[in-house]
Structure formats: C-alpha cells, structure tokens
Nanobody
Framework: QVPLIESGGGLVQTGGSLRLSCAASDRSFILYAMAWFRQAPGKEREFVAGINSRGGVTHYADSVKGRFIISRDNAKNTAYLQMSTLEPGDTAVYSC?????????????????WGQGTQVTVSS
C-alpha cells in the first residue's frame, strides 16, 4: 500500500490560488507516476494533471492548461498541484493518485492508490 494524504484545499475567491499537496508514506513513491483528479457534485471524476515518476513529463486537461502546474519532490515523497486563476468551475473534491508504472495516464482506472480527497471551493 502507498497511503496518500492530500492537504491544501479550502475556500478561495475567483482569481485566487491554492497549492495542493499529496504526501506518500512509502518510499516506492519515487517509482510511481502521480496524478490529480477532481469530481464536482453531480459530475464524473475527471483527470486534471499527471506527472511521470522522475518529474520530467507532465500532462494537463485542456480546462486547466496554463493555470495549474503539477510537480513532485521525490526527496519528500510529495506531489503538488499549484492552482492559479481559479474559477467557480474548478470547485470539486481533488484527489491524488499513484500508478505503479513510471508514466502517467489520463484514465482513473490505471491508478492503483488513491488519497481521500480534499475539497476546493471557488466563490464567485
């Protein structure tokens, strides 16, 4: 198991910023691709951003390109999602996920471990 603990969610106004963190307790984190997904009320879970195990390759949903940045610090077993220029449409529960392969994927079913999620609310 690779327990994942998210933090950093909260309430922010339109145009504001938040940084989410995803901490893993297992050192095997450095071998895994990581991703962030989100799920808004009444909607399906959607891919937000992914990063490969070494941190050199990233992918983003079109809706967040240019506003969100995914990164990781393998020395700290932690992945991050820096969110800027937030919009009410970004309101959702954000979850991090780990995949037991070095390359990330946009498909949720390709991930093996999930965090409990953290709420992000953007007020208009």
């Amino acid at each position: 198991q690779v327990p994942l603990i998210e933090s950093g969610g909260g309430l922010v106004q339109t145009g504001g910023s938040l940084r989410l963190s995803c901490a893993a307790s297992d050192r095997s984190f450095i071998l895994y691709a990581m991703a962030w997904f989100r799920q808004a009320p009444g909607k399906e879970r959607e891919f937000v951003a992914g990063i490969n195990s070494r941190g050199g390759v990233t992918h983003y949903a079109d809706s967040v390109k240019g506003r969100f940045i995914i990164s990781r610090d393998n020395a700290k077993n932690t992945a991050y999602l820096q969110m800027s220029t937030l919009e009410p449409g970004d309101t959702a529960v954000y979850s991090c996920a780990a995949r037991r392969l070095p390359s990330s994927s946009t498909a949720a079913e390709h991930y093996d471990y999930w965090g409990q999620g953290t709420q992000v609310t953007v007020s208009s």
